[in-house]
């Protein structure tokens, strides 16, 4: 308890007693008492003058936070199709026989608790794992999977562990003019300094830059909007909360790139007039936190961050990264923002913008990881030489992460407008059956359309390529992303919060694995009834999406999803008879009609 | 031309009828002034929009969004009541019906309560998914007020009324996904050990039967009651045009 206590006040000391930093409180606490008892978070709610059901709804809200006890040895298994399609399932199966703890458990006298968690963005070398979130485990197989229970049941020390099974590389398959370049550390912010932030905004508006998180919004469309709108104040912030499941590019840039990040959100401050920069790390890149730290200190030293940077006076920015917690859908930036300040990641009602109305009410601009790098970039070589790439609409390049059914996993650059069939030769593949663009809420495509191109006006991405050969059960696939979809719900709006349960139940229905394959064509009707519900019904982006690769799968993949079927009418999600049979045995029914299961010898 | 000045003036078109709003006033504050019924079960006027049932969504623009969010454009075209965004309201209140336990004949809000009157409005039959049967205890330690969680849609009311009314900040949200609960501020997790009381606004918000006071039982008669004589858009209708 006096652990705790010392702690939790050198915790709250190093933020002030903040109750806009709960959620880095909470979690640097945790990282020292494993989980988070009840009275430890009435204690932290006192201290910040908050009440306790409000840090008690906080820590309920992310998944990497634990209120009830979990084991001094926390393994997680990416629960992502990728990792599932190189054997995750049966290993986590094999790891917790060897521990004898059941899933979701916590065994042996609190030594070891085992369960799944959504992607770990480590598709490319996957099965991954994550321990006491924060080290990852790549490319599991048979052996470590016996070795990690021999070194768990022997409480070897985590970091002793071998440190090969630590290794993430970087994999970088094909490089173009972000990748294959890096910049010098400051020449892209004193190119900015030396234009001026109009100039350099025109450069970024002529780029005709679109953010790299997804949605396509023009950058300096977004920039010029928190430049312009009211407030003393003004906040840059990186969204590095990669959390779309078969994405990993940020975290490759985040690791070879960082100067151009950071230096893409100096631009950014320059031009919009910010002196405050965040990084949202996500949770499972929480092994990334003190690689970044070291970067800024070092940019600190050589004046590209802090005050006066690049000796201009008055040019003054700082940079702090917040790790997150394990939610998606604090990759909507409004849900960012709350979490940045120390709330639950609900998408917030809009308008107004973040531009307008952003992190503690400060006019704030949101940007990808990739976004940065490229303005880095843009404000080095400027606006015309990036507009000649790619296609007029979606100019410039596109990092893709590649995984799935090829040869050569990894970080793909190509120009916008490159076809699927391109980057599917590059990556070696053979009799590919679909490929996931953009992830579980992007599009799924057949072999009819792998003349299409990578592009915002024809298969828009944020960046995952999962590629699936004819092996492969695409019902199966869709199945993944339905539980991936209401693990992540929110459950702020009732179409988002109880539709992605509806749909995850019904495919578990139509699954032969867990339903018994009790599916109909009712099932599949309910499906898209749902669908469009979903659609235009929900809160945010996130519910509104959950069900993409449901109707592209239906759609493309029928018969994928007609093996399920037993009828084309309905059928109940059980069996009748079974459920009758305890009880016409009872009142001594014994006529065919009854049908009474033979009777155990 | 309209005079600036003249905000009395400027009005959107809902579902072909004019509706005249002020500047600053979301789709739903000046259809609720105007008497028109937009169905909602999370909106409340004393209250800041929440937009979480998603019940009062309406096409404007072109887009679909939340009435109780949306601000009212001059001059737009909303679309509410619609055969289509009708059969989405029933389908979301179907979702509500199953996601808790609402069995309507035993509950004492009955005839009281907006989401079985609103279900009654759009024409709602049955729940039509399978119900999830949640397990959810009641909380009955409060000597006056009682907590049956199995009956709240999380539409956060009470959250708000005894944060920004009351000023005790008793309710708050817990959880998350299918999971997401009410959580009540106590060091035991119990209503009675907190400082709500009967006369709190948190108290009588709540538009299901999730938060009752004790000792009231059907004092008026089943089919006596509120939505039992009057169905819910014909109230709004009557609402309309009150200050």
Redesign the interface.
């Known amino acids: 308890m006096d652990i705790e206590r010392e702690t939790l006040s050198a915790v709250l000391g190093r933020h002030g007693r903040d109750p806009h930093a709960l959620v880095q409180i909470l979690r640097e606490v945790q990282e020292q008492t494993g989980w988070l008892p009840r009275d430890l978070l009435?204690r932290v709610a006192g201290e910040l003058e908050l009440?306790?059901?409000?840090v008690?709804?906080v820590a309920?809200?992310y998944r990497f936070f634990h209120t009830r006890p979990v084991g001094r040895y926390r393994v997680l298994f990416s629960n992502n199709i990728t990792d599932r399609l190189l054997g995750s399932v049966g290993l986590m199966a094999d790891l917790c026989r060897r521990l004898g703890v059941a899933p979701g458990q916590v065994g042996g006298d609190g030594l070891v608790s085992v369960a799944r968690t959504s992607c770990t963005g480590l598709c490319d070398q996957g099965p991954a794992l994550l321990v006491n979130h924060r080290h990852v485990i790549t490319r599991l197989d048979a052996q470590r999977v016996e070795q990690m229970a021999e070194l768990i049941r022997t409480q070897v020390p985590v970091p002793l562990w071998p440190a090969a099974w630590f290794q993430v590389d970087d994999n970088i398959r094909r490089a173009d003019v972000l990748l294959g370049a890096p910049l010098q550390p400051g020449i892209a912010v004193a190119a900015a300094l030396a234009r001026g932030p109009q100039a350099t905004l025109d450069e970024l508006k002529a780029s005709n830059l679109r953010g790299r998180g997804g949605a396509g919004f023009a950058t300096g469309l977004k920039w010029e909007l928190c430049r312009n709108a009211p407030g003393a104040t003004r906040v840059v912030v990186c969204n590095a909360d990669e959390g779309e499941p078969g994405t990993f590019k940020d975290r490759v840039l985040l690791t070879r790139h960082a100067d151009e990040v950071f230096e893409g959100m100096t631009v950014a401050a320059l031009v919009v007039g910010a002196r405050q920069g965040l990084v949202y790390l996500r949770g499972e890149y929480r092994y990334l936190l003190e690689p970044l730290q070291a970067v800024l200190r070092r940019r600190r030293d050589q004046r590209l961050i802090g005050n006066a940077i690049g000796g201009r006076p008055g040019f003054d920015f700082d940079i702090a990264i917040h790790a997150g917690a394990g939610?998606y859908v604090c990759g909507e930036e409004s849900a960012l923002i709350e979490s940045l300040e120390g709330k639950?990641g609900t998408p917030r009602?809009r308008?107004p913008f973040p531009v307008e109305r952003g992190y503690l009410g400060q006019p704030t601009t949101v940007n990808n990881v990739e976004t940065y790098v490229a303005a880095s970039h843009i404000a080095v070589r400027g606006g015309a030489w990036w507009a000649g790439i790619g296609t007029p609409r979606s100019t410039g390049t596109k990092i893709h992460s590649v995984s799935g059914d090829c040869a050569r996993p990894g970080i793909y650059e190509y120009p916008f407008g490159t076809r699927i069939v391109s980057i599917l030769e590059d990556c070696g593949t053979r009799d590919t059956q679909a490929v996931q663009v953009g992830g579980p809420s992007g599009t799924c495509l057949s072999a009819f359309e792998f003349g299409r191109r990578i592009a915002f006006e024809d298969v828009p991405t944020a960046g995952a390529f999962m590629v699936f050969d004819r092996s492969r059960d695409m019902f199966e696939v869709a199945r993944n992303f339905a539980h991936f979809f209401?693990?992540?719900?929110?459950?702020?709006?009732?179409?988002c919060?109880?539709?992605?349960?509806?749909v995850m139940?019904r495919m578990d229905k139509l699954a032969h694995e867990t339903g018994g394959g009790r599916g109909s064509r009712h099932d599949i009707e309910?499906l898209f009834?749902l669908d469009k519900?979903m659609h235009?019904?929900?809160?945010c982006g996130l519910g509104a999406s959950a069900c993409n690769s449901l109707r592209d799968t239906i759609a493309k993949f029928r018969p994928a999803y007609e093996r399920h079927l037993q009828s084309l009418h309905f059928e109940p999600?059980f069996d009748l008879d079974a459920e009758l049979s305890v009880a016409r045995s009872m009142t001594g029914r014994r006529d065919p009609g009854a049908h009474l299961e033979p009777e155990a010898p | 031309m309209t005079a600036p000045c003249d905000k009395a003036a400027i009005s959107f078109v809902l579902d072909g009828e004019d509706v005249p709003f002020h500047d600053g006033e979301t789709i739903m504050q000046a259809a609720a002034r105007a008497g028109r019924y937009i169905p909602h079960l999370c909106w409340h006027p004393d209250f800041t929009p929440h937009g979480s049932c998603r019940l009062c969504i309406v096409k404007a623009g072109g887009r679909t969004g939340a009435a109780c969010t949306l601000p009212a454009v001059a001059g737009q075209e909303v679309e509410s009541d619609t055969a289509e965004l009708n059969a989405h309201r029933k389908t979301l209140l179907q979702m509500l019906f199953v996601e808790g336990n609402h069995f309507c004949p035993s509950c004492e809000k009955s005839g009281n309560c907006l989401l079985q009157a609103t279900a009654y409005q759009m024409g709602m039959e049955g729940p039509h998914f399978e119900e999830f049967y949640p397990s959810r205890p009641v909380d009955a330690s409060h000597p006056d007020i009682l907590i049956d969680f199995n009956r709240c849609i999380l539409c956060e009311l009470c959250v708000r009324a005894s944060a920004d009314v009351d000023g005790k900040r008793v309710f708050a949200i817990g959880g998350r996904g299918i999971g997401t609960r009410l959580l009540v501020n106590s060091a035991s997790g119990r209503l009675a050990d907190t400082d709500m009381a009967p006369d709190d606004r948190a108290a009588s918000v709540c538009p299901v039967g999730a938060i009752l006071p004790k000792r009231r039982g059907f004092a008026i008669p089943i089919g006596q009651r509120r939505y039992d004589t009057e169905s819910v858009a014909d109230q709004a209708h009557a609402e309309g045009g009150k200050p």
């Open positions: 009435g009440t306790l059901a409000h008690e709804g309920g809200f939610a639950r009602i308008p209401a693990h992540e719900s929110c459950g702020f709006c009732t179409p919060r109880v539709g992605t349960e509806l139940r309910v009834e519900l235009s019904t929900t809160h999600g």
